[in-house]
């Protein structure tokens, strides 16, 4: 198992957008089926900081997920509503 | 239910006493009433990326986290093993 946190400072007009955006890449990982979670994380204190934590079955079930259609055309149009990021941590649970 | 995503970047030399002492938090963290996950992960390409991913039932359950034994005790201990951090962020999903 593999869980992913990719952080995003969203450029504060843009956030909006940028959640519309990260509604339908959410709906569509979830329906892949090395996917275990998908979800947009706000954070409580600040709204512009949107991260998504993600759980995947492995690294195979990422590296499909990074070549899906709608990872390939939504994250592209992400990265141009970003102040920053996203800052992208792969991590393996500690025993 | 809120999400916290604690980000160590933790001195290299000292990444197993960091993770003894994480390993204590997460045990003693993981009875208290209002917590539904706690546990330690570390970036598969970075060993010295060390990062607890939370889940707690509200803010009421982190305020008195923080104030446990445990957390006074050991936080401050995690703390000069790090090169930076902790760079913490608590999230609540979107919908």
Known sequence: MINIVAKN???KEKIEEFK???EKLVKESKKEKGCISYDLYEDIDNSNILTFIEEW??????NLHNKSEHFTTIVPKLRELVESGPEINL???CK
Do not use: S
């Open 9 to 11: 400072i969203v450029k």
């Open 20 to 22: 519309l955006l990260a």
């Open 57 to 62: 079955i492995g690294e195979e079930a990422i």
């Open 91 to 93: 991590y393996k649970k």
